[in-house]
């Protein structure tokens, strides 16, 4: 019978057995101490020369050994208890050690840091690491937060095709697959025009997926695959009903993490949101007369954030609201999507935003066009072809409501909480354009 | 202000505004009622004739126009009640009309059964049937108590990718993707190989994301693209501690359906499904023998059950044990993938298992190899290029424990506990051979 590692606090006197990897090897010849983790944590184990079979198992072992250690609970005497580990009091006396799998030597040591490359090239190995599984145990929790949220408000969640007929929106960026009988299809870059379908039938929808760019960025934020967070609500009056609801997920997100990822933050030496009751909001023009009269850099005439006056916005959100983030709101018509909403009272300019994170864009969403006539109407002006979205324009022809929504990048907004200065340590098998899992040989 | 339909109950004798969609409208000449549905459910609306401006509106809209009513809540006369209906006491009477968006007329009737190419066709359309709305809630449910029955047993979710690096498998059916700089690159045609790796560093891990299969299948149980809900678990002594998650898992599922989907059973005539304490289990030898004995077929020297094979036993264990399901074990090494774990015990036969319900496969699983040399020579007989796995193989280099896990489509899965016939009919937007939302011209 296997005990946990976090359960062992509850045993103490008490003979248990334990299954997981060697950690830490200290022999110090008479004694030799094991650190061993499982699932649950890490203990120390220690073996007396006295268990002349143990001691010469424990003698053989080395890091990434997978073994099974019975032996008995010990509180460690007060001069030897570590107050910064949870489990720093005890230590294993061990009886049996059995080998289940032995480990190759390590090309590296994992208590080291790593370059990004040898980091990757290893995943299988370095995804082990406190760093990498306190990342990825961020990321997750993230995803079920941002679940339990949108089920509590009533959300449905579908799960959206990343198989498409066609490349749509005609932008660049879009992976051709070979389909059935020499039929071409794509990959999705987004569930939008899904989701706005399903608005249709379910009213507030979500999805959670991987969405696909074809894009030969190499920068620290790009990827060519990654999880897409996506929702879209109906019956909404503009996009500050949107806007509510992202707020209130990250209120949501962020308390999440607070009850669930303290370690984890701890010791990637993270700081939890500041994000105060409501999110502050500017029009983007607004945004730029700012940056102007603060900084004296005429941007008035761009049509959209550049990643530096996005840095510049999130520094004086921080500092004039307490707030790690801001809505920048109202881009130009000609810069948005066919299915933007414009804004009755400001014509040339969409109901869309940008919500911005600690620097960065963490999601875009806003209104979208629900009437039929207009929707053929700007998909003209992109000079976009109707016929090709007839499926995805049936929803409109048959009634739509006023609705909206966001999409966010997964990995982004887990870099962003974790001040991670690479989205790819937040990517479990990033894939960029010179690597799927390994780098591709030319 | 909106008050969502399910809630009207607590405002009979008060005004209120609705929102949604017209779903059925009878026109009695002086009244006209209105059946108005929103995500929450369905109420009857009237307007009278001394409401003359709403009177006009209400001649005009027609089904699945998106209006907004105000009204006041009226307790129906008694021998008006419709006690089927959970909103059957109540009746809206309009005192406004306000149409948010027109419709195009219905190419067909909606509350008419409909074929499955044409229902396909109109998907933005169709997916608005109570038939379409119930099985994907049900559907939704599903992932729900998939996850929250997971997280509660410690799984860690993680996000597998979907585009990968090599067929490596070598199996018919995968889809090639084109990736950057003329590379190629292929659809995961499951997350099998990532979810190993992910058992190294998070012990149990779990998934849920879309999966590819270029197969010219042309059946009521096959998709090119579907959801699959994996799981992967270390430290296991065997596959009967991966067929005791599944068991439970079951359990689970079927109580939160129980708990959550009570109507929409209702709607699509279904049943729970019946599972015993205990999922009866026999190795394929076994239940060849059964079926020798009992039908006096044999098929005793088949590597696999036939579709035939697994009605049959699926009724054998409903009537023998009263349950809906059954796991058949031990499949003849040279029909199992590479990574599937060898019985000591009976060699030549792997610690794997199908679980059938209800008639058909829902998921495979069971023990795979963790020790590197036999994953090797496994590899090697069945002829495969262990350098195209080498980043895999990292995994069980560097120490993996006894693991074991299973994969089941989502839509199966929803197909089998509402009893459809075609597993489309659980799939969003089915991809099929000659369709991807419209049917694929030639």
Redesign the interface.
Known sequence: M?TYIKDLKGHVGKNINI?G??DVRRDHGKLIFVDIR???GKVQTVVHPDQSEAHAQAEKIRP???VEISGKVNKRPDKMVNPDHPLGDIEISIEKITV?????E?PFDLQEKLNIDTYLD????T??TPR??AI??V??KI??AY?EFL?GE?F??????????GDAEGGAGV???????D?D?Y?ATSPQL?KQ??V?????VFA???V?R?E?HHTTRHL??Y?SLDFEM??IKNHLDVMNVVTKLMHYTNDFLQKNCVDEFKLLDAEFAKIPEEIPYMKLREAQELIKKETGEDCTKEKDLTPEHERWLSAYALKKFDSDFIFITHFPIEKTAFYAYEDENDPGYTNYFDLLFRGVELNSGGQRV???ETLMKRMEQKGLDPEKF???L?????????HGGIGMG?ERMTARFLNLSNVKEAT??P?E??R???L?S?
Chains 1, 2 share one sequence.
């Open positions: 296997r299954a990897w060697v499982d699932v649950t990434e050994w997978v289940i799998s032995a480990a190759a390590l290893h995943l299988p190995l995804l082990r990498a599984k990825f145990t990321e997750s995803v079920q679940r089920v009533g449905t969640e579908f799960q959206s095709p990343k198989i498409v007929g992976f051709r697959v070979n389909y059935i009988d039929h299809a990959l899904y379908i399903m249709g039938a379910f009213e507030k959670i997926g991987n696909f074809a030969k060519l695959e999880t109906g019956f629900h009437d039929y007839s499926f995805y049936q929803a409109f022809k048959y009634g739509m409501p006023p997964l479990l098998f894939r354009i010179n799927i899992d390994k591709l030319t």
